[in-house]
Structures are given as C-alpha cells and as structure tokens.
T-cell receptor, first 116, second 115 residues
C-alpha cells in the first residue's frame, strides 16, 4: 500500500493566486514527520516545510503553509501568492518514528505550473 | 556555505559496465542518504549512513549495488554490471545540522543512463 499519496499529477494556478497541493499518508506509528520538497527542472530537491505529528499548530514558512489534518491523515501544502518561480515538481514525504535520522518515503509528486 | 555536491552530474554507461557515483555531504553532517529517482517518480530510499556506519541498506535493489563512506564524510555509490533498469537519477542527501526536525539537504543528483 502507498504510504504517501499525491493524487494530483499536475496543477495549474494563475500568478498571485493561492494553490493547494494534496497529500495523504498512511502510518501506524504515532510519531512521524511530514515534509514538503520542491524540485525545479534543475533536479535539486529543496526543503520547504515540516510538520511533526505532535505539533499542535499548522506549520508556516513564508508563503508556504501546511494544512495538517491528523484524523484524516492529510498534510496539504498551501502556496499563497503564487509566483512564476514556483513552477516545479512538489513532493510530499514522511519520516516514520521518533528517530530523526530516518529515511524519507516520498509520494509521486505534483507538477505545478504557474501561469502569468 | 557549500551544499551537498555530487559527481559526475551525468553518466552514460554501456550495459555491463561498472559505475561509481560520488557524494560530498555538507560538512559536519552525520547522516547521509542515497535515493534513486526514476523518471516521473518520487525518490526511493536506497541506503543510509551514520558517520561511517551503514545502518540501513534495505533499499538497495540488488547485490550489484554497493555503497561506502569509509571516513564518515564522502560517500560512493557503486553499481556493478549496470543494467538498463538502473537508469535513473541518483540523489544524495545529508542531515545532522542544528535544525530540530533534521530535514535532509539534497544534492543535484547524478543522472545515469545505461545503454
């Protein structure tokens, strides 16, 4: 079974508008971390935002926020005020357990295109 | 400051050749990971080092894949007798900095094409 599911292969958004990228996850471990990474066409994975399973508040980093709904096992990424430079692949990932050295499990990704 | 670097950036190999991919992690990072990313897919875990110790190699697809990090810094991923299905981008990541959630910092990857 997929541990990380991203159901949107591609998304379009108008410049300056907000967009939500969906991510659901599956784990029986009560301790886990959720990450979002951006991968531009250059190929490098860029860390965007992190949410811990015990965090009470949704994470925010600048224009990025994470809509964390623990009961529904979803961790959607919200990008506000989209910019042309936001066009890239976006990956949701999970690290299981409390050990912070653990491997990441990635979803299939969502390709975001920002239109001028 | 320098990020994670990988070399070569591109490698073309004939089927059956051996290849070696290098990763230079961020200085001082204890943890080092290798991932394989097939075209149009998310990265998949291959192996993990803590300093020089290989603590998890559960993702290595076959015994043709071998990784080492002998001095706890630079790591090499070696693929013997390459096959066409080995064609992918190989990503290296390191972590262990001061962040409390220990995000992994990725290199630019090595794109391997096996003909």
């Amino acid at each position: 079974a997929q541990k990380i599911t991203q159901t949107q292969p591609g998304m379009f958004v108008q410049e300056k508008e907000a967009v939500t990228l969906d991510c659901t996850y599956d784990t029986s471990d009560p301790s886990y971390g959720l990450f979002w990474y951006k991968q531009p066409s250059s190929g490098e994975m860029i860390f965007l935002i992190y949410q811990g399973s015990y965090d009470q508040q949704n994470a925010t980093e600048g224009r990025y926020s994470l809509n964390f709904q623990k009961a529904r096992k979803s961790a959607n990424l919200v990008i506000s005020a989209s910019q042309l430079g936001d066009s890239a692949m976006y990956f949701c990932a999970m690290r299981e357990g409390i050990w912070q050295g653990g491997k990441l499990i990635f979803g299939q990704g969502t390709e975001l295109s920002v239109k001028p | 400051g320098a990020g994670v670097s990988q070399s070569p950036r591109y490698k073309v190999a004939k089927r059956g050749q051996d290849v070696a991919l290098r990763c230079d992690p961020i200085s001082g990072h204890v943890s080092l990971f290798w991932y394989q990313q097939a075209l149009g897919q998310g990265p998949e875990f291959l192996t993990y080092f803590q300093n020089e110790a290989q603590l998890d190699k559960s993702g290595l697809p076959s015994d043709r894949f071998f990784a080492e990090r002998p001095e706890g810094s630079v790591s090499t991923l070696k693929i013997q007798r390459t096959q066409q299905e080995d064609s992918a981008v190989y990503l290296c990541a390191s972590s262990g900095g001061p962040s409390d959630h220990n995000e992994q910092f990725f290199g630019p990857g090595t794109r391997l094409t096996v003909l």
